[in-house]
């Protein structure tokens, strides 16, 4: 929001730099974001004064040209060249006096030399509009119609406005400030000075119009609407000053009626809107509600699908403006307009924010009304811009004014404490100051005690209902900096960490899995406990039976996820679904000494085939490099590290790894035996996953440390390892990330081999080793000696052999 200091100066007495006044604003909560100089011509006509040519005469040696002798109030006239063909003897000129600098309508900038153009002198230039900046014609010099002395600045002769404009950053609870009339409010309170506003004009009806009627169906949305007819109207550019302050806050003059209305919104926050009365079909206005479809053609000649829930300024006929955001097409001000009935009203926020957003429409009046204008301010407003309308476009008052207010907004009545004003600012603040404050604030202090009093806020500060807001206000006037900090620093409440969302956790849980083309299962709790007597890894004795159970088939709680997986991937293969990818969040129980417990597990699935054979390529049959890597994505979306792995041979897999975080199992992954499958029925390999989602909720963190990437280069180097059987890779890994340090980035496994080319007992790794310095280039005998350590680390603690 830009806000004029020129105009700021109207309200009161500034005698404060703009960077004071913004500091100021700053500290009581209007946030000032920047200064702007602003100028209405560029350069501001800085060097060219008003001149007066005394003679022309031809150029000896140019017949286009001109020699002209020109008094620039110096006492001694200058000799210019001039190019023009209107350029003559008793003319009043603007001049470019030698070193000014000019600001064209189009090209870049130049400064005014002494110069010799065909032989002769030239001390200046007279000068063109579009030479200037103030317009567009070459045809010829300007001529000046004044009686001013020669040597006048131009710019008093132009009308050059010079300002600064303040860019604030309006918060949304802060709508009373939108406007300068607020800011200088705040100003008063700040600075302790009167602000000055026009008294309430009466209105006179010049001349008797055409009848104007208003009726409100919607007096909830629309708490009031007032209005006035005005004729006699000359739609045209308006005042020099008029246009300054627009352009000043970067808006585009219209015309004066427009302009006007503009004004009035910037000025004092409140909207107008300037009708057609001559399109006002039967001469009435309805405020209401149109139905659900109906087209309108707003004033970007856009049609529009109304929502239905939009308020509406209507006629008889329909529609003439979305109320309080965009006028119609159709009775908006043009240059044909002799009357108008000008529109100033209150508007519940809520209705408007709806229709603003529903269009996609962000005006500058839906900017206020949304936020909450001032109730009693309409008929002022409407006053205001009647009086301008009469003296910049001769218009004339031909009805009385009509306001539909049939009930009054009521001032806020908040009862307050000085306790609770010491306590929360954390400084003792005498009473007089705190009244003193308020009441610069036109916040009237009624039935004070040696306890309290109670506020009387008027409606426009609609951000002021509480007692903790009449405090704010105090402390934001006294001075957010001018309260000490204590040596011991307190606070009433403890804040509480933030509860991690676990449903939430499972949700984004879900979407991954589900993006990589897994199935999710929900199956019951309830299973068989022959799977806890044959499968040799649940203890029966641990079942937790039903009492009333149904059948024996769903006679005990489950103590694992893997048997109802397994049932449902029987029941798919046996339907010749074999190619399947399943997970399922469930439940599971167990009996305890002293009752029962339960957790929470992940559980994965893989069977069948990970690609199906295609002309690109063959069946690939899924394997535990797959079910893996799906278990270390979850873990990294968590971002939780695996402390230690253990390999398992027993059931419910032949072969897998244990994870630990700690001394804490988080879960385990491998093949599935074949006598857990039977169990189930199942005809084809599983691969399964079975993780303690507790645990994994607990650890996950969404704190991430990331690295720069060096700029330095990766080195690669290969090594081949026989092993014993009984040798892991998490050994082999371990070792490495010791003897190899901090220059081991990576490590990785190319080849596995275990047959008939090496001894029994043995098997082969062929592991790629990625060495990266962050701070230095690796050489050939850091590289070296690195290799060297890693090989001797592994024949010293995993008794490899190294193959060449």
């Not at 100003?187 to 000055?196: D, E, F, N, Y």
């Not at 059948?551 to 997986?565: A, I, K, P, Y």
């Not at 419910?652 to 975080?661: D, E, Q, V």
């Not at 074949?674 to 029925?681: N, V, Y």
Request: aromatic letters at 8%; hydrophobic letters at 40%; one cysteine or more.
């Amino acid at each position: 929001m830009k806000i004029s200091i020129n105009r700021l100066k109207k309200y009161l007495a500034l005698s404060e730099s703009p960077e004071e006044i913004a500091a100021l604003l700053t500290q009581s909560g209007l946030e000032v974001e920047g200064v702007e100089e602003f100028v209405s011509v560029p350069g501001g006509l800085e060097g060219i004064v008003i001149g007066e040519v005394l003679t022309c005469e031809k150029h000896p040696d140019a017949d286009k040209l001109s020699l002209t002798t020109v008094d620039i109030g110096t006492g001694t006239p200058s000799q210019i060249v001039c190019g023009a063909p209107n350029v003559a003897k008793g003319q009043k000129v603007a001049v470019a006096t030698v070193g000014a600098k000019l600001f064209p309508t189009s090209g870049e900038p130049f400064e005014i030399k002494k110069a010799k153009i065909r032989g002769l002198a030239s001390e200046g230039m007279i000068c063109a509009e579009d030479e200037i900046g103030l317009g567009t014609s070459h045809a010829g010099i300007m001529i000046l119609d004044t009686e001013l002395p020669n040597g006048t600045p131009a710019s008093e002769y132009f009308e050059v406005s010079q300002d600064q404009v303040l860019e604030i950053g309006l918060t949304p609870n802060r709508a009373d400030a939108a406007s300068h009339l607020g800011v200088a409010r705040d100003l008063k309170a700040l600075l302790g000075r009167p602000i000055s506003l026009p008294e309430e004009m009466s209105l006179i009806v010049e001349k008797t119009g055409p009848s104007i009627s208003v009726e409100v169906q919607n007096p909830i949305d629309c708490p009031r609407y007032a209005g006035v007819l005005m004729t006699d109207l000359k739609v045209g550019p308006s005042p020099q000053w008029l246009q300054n302050f627009l352009t000043s806050l970067d808006l585009e003059p219209i015309n004066n009626i427009v302009d006007i209305t503009n004004f009035i919104l910037h000025d004092l926050g409140q909207p107008l809107h300037a009708f057609d009365a001559d399109k006002i079909f039967e001469g009435k206005i309805i405020v209401g509600k149109l139905s659900k479809g109906t087209p309108f053609v707003t004033l970007d000649e856009k049609e529009r699908k109304l929502s239905g829930e939009e308020l509406m300024i209507c006629d008889p006929q329909g529609g003439l403006c979305i109320a309080g955001i965009f006028g119609g097409n159709h009775s908006g001000v043009s240059d044909q307009t002799t009357s108008i009935f000008l529109e100033s009203a209150y508007f519940s926020p809520d209705v408007i924010r709806k229709g603003s957003q529903f269009h996609g429409l962000k005006t500058d009046a839906s900017f206020r009304f949304e936020r909450g204008t001032d109730p009693n301010m309409p008929v002022y407003a409407l006053k205001t811009a009647v009086k301008l309308l009469q003296e910049i476009a001769g218009g004339k008052v031909a009805s009385e004014i009509i306001d539909l207010y049939p009930v009054p907004t009521e001032d806020f009545v908040i009862e307050v404490s000085y306790a609770h004003i010491n306590r929360l600012i954390g400084k003792k603040i005498a009473p007089i100051e705190v009244k003193s404050i308020l009441e610069s604030l036109d916040i009237k202090v009624e039935n004070e005690t040696e306890e309290g009093f109670t506020a009387i806020v008027k409606p426009y500060r609609v951000d002021v209902t509480r007692e903790a807001d009449i405090i704010e206000e105090v402390l934001r006037i006294h001075g957010f900096h001018q309260v000490e900090l204590s040596e011991n620093l307190k606070t009433d409440y403890l804040a509480e960490h933030p509860v991690k969302d676990l449903n939430k956790l499972q949700y984004r849980m879900t979407e991954m899995l589900a993006g990589q083309g897994y199935f999710e299962l929900i199956t019951n709790s309830l299973t068989k406990p022959v799977y806890a007597e044959k499968s040799g890894f649940l203890d029966p004795s641990l079942n937790v039976e039903i009492f009333n159970k149904l059948s024996e088939d769903l006679g005990v709680m489950r103590q694992t996820l893997l048997f109802n997986g397994l049932e449902v991937l029987a029941h798919n293969i046996n339907r010749r679904q074999t190619d399947l990818k399943c997970f399922e969040f469930g439940t599971v129980y167990q009996k305890t000494g002293d009752g029962y417990k339960e957790g929470r597990r992940l559980a994965i699935f893989h069977s069948g085939n990970r690609s199906s054979e295609s002309w690109i390529e063959t069946d690939k049959p899924f394997g535990f490099s797959d079910i893996y890597m799906t278990v270390e994505r979850i873990l990294e979306r968590l971002n939780i590290e695996v402390g230690q792995f253990s390999m398992i041979e027993s059931a419910p897999f032949s072969y897998g790894l244990t994870l630990k975080l700690g001394e804490k199992v988080l879960g385990s992954v491998g093949l599935v035996d074949e006598k857990i499958l039977k169990l189930a029925e199942v005809r084809q390999e599983v691969w399964f996953a079975e993780l303690d989602w507790d645990l994994l909720t607990k650890k996950a963190s969404g704190l991430k440390k990331f690295q720069e990437i060096s700029k330095f280069p990766e080195v690669r180097r290969d090594l081949s390892l026989v092993i014993d059987k009984t040798v892991t890779y998490d050994q082999v890994k371990g070792v490495a990330e010791k003897a190899g340090g901090r220059l081991v980035r990576r490590i990785g496994v190319f080849d596995v081999y275990q047959g008939d080319k090496i001894d029994s007992g043995k098997k082969a790794y062929a592991l790629s080793f990625y060495l990266q310095d962050q701070e230095n280039t690796l050489t050939d005998k850091v590289i070296e000696k690195t290799m060297s350590k890693l090989i001797q680390a592994f024949q010293d603690q995993v008794g490899a052999i190294i193959r060449s």
